[in-house]
């Protein structure tokens, strides 16, 4: 298995709403990531984890709360975002948290609206 | 902190060859990468080069010069499945190692 899966691929919420997005990978990759990214923009860094430990948050509002339950497993809970957050949100993995070689593997994207 | 840029768009014809240049500033320069990204897609990898010189790989071939900050991406034998944005990524050792993108370039290849 070669994949990161994300789902949902598409999720549309309210301001009030509370939701999650999930990602999954079987590679062994002990990095994963959380990418923002907006339309004709590049992907933003948004959190890092490193053996299931959060390394890094790039000052993202607290509306975006990371959760990593194991090692194949990364959520992004949300709540009380803000239309401006509308974006395709890309979960990535890497072996380590140098990438390698290879950089990241990254799944297709959860395509979120606030409306 | 990390500039990187690229020109934001590009137009080929099929069949022909491009180079999307790049350009960074680091302070701790660990690699760069290249990305293709189809409209709404994930990025999916193309090429990394940390070692001065060209690196070929089929019809796609990324150059680096580590002393001019500098590296481009030519593809070659264009095919219209080949529009997209290509970005061009940075790992910066003195930034946690983590990889950081540039805008990307928009490549649209017209018959």
Redesign the interface.
């Given at each position: 298995d070669t994949e990161?899966t994300q789902t949902p691929k598409h999720l549309v919420m309210g301001m009030t709403n509370k939701k999650s997005l999930k990602c999954e990978q079987h590679m062994g990759h002990r990095a994963m990531y959380w990418y923002k990214q907006k339309a004709?923009?590049?992907?933003?860094?948004m959190f890092?984890y490193s053996y299931e430990k959060l390394?890094?948050n790039e000052s993202v509002p607290s509306r975006f709360s990371p959760e990593c339950p194991n090692s194949s497993l990364l959520n992004l809970h949300l709540h009380a975002l803000q239309p401006e957050d509308s974006a395709?949100y890309?979960c990535a993995s890497s072996q380590e948290?140098?990438?390698g070689?290879?950089?990241?593997?990254?799944?297709?994207?959860t395509?979120l609206t606030v409306v | 902190g990390q500039n990187i840029d690229q020109p934001t768009e590009m137009t080929a014809t099929e069949g022909a060859i491009v180079q999307i240049n790049c350009t960074y500033q680091t302070s701790g320069f660990?690699?760069l990468?290249w990305?293709q990204q189809h409209a709404?897609?994930?990025?999916?990898?193309l090429s990394?080069n940390?070692l001065d010189g060209l690196e070929e790989k089929g019809r796609f071939s990324s150059f680096l010069s580590r002393s001019k900050g500098y590296s481009y991406l030519l593809l070659k034998e264009l095919q219209m499945k080949d529009s997209a944005s290509y970005?061009c990524?940075v790992?910066d050792i003195n930034n946690?190692?983590?990889?950081?993108?540039?805008?990307?370039t928009?490549l649209t290849v017209k018959p």
């Open positions: 990161v004709k923009k590049p992907p933003e860094l890092v390394s890094i395709l890309l948290r140098t990438g070689s290879y950089g990241y593997t990254f799944g297709s994207g395509r | 660990n690699g990468f990305y709404g897609e994930a990025p999916t990898f990394y940390v970005l990524a790992r946690n190692n983590d990889m950081r993108f540039g805008a990307g928009r």
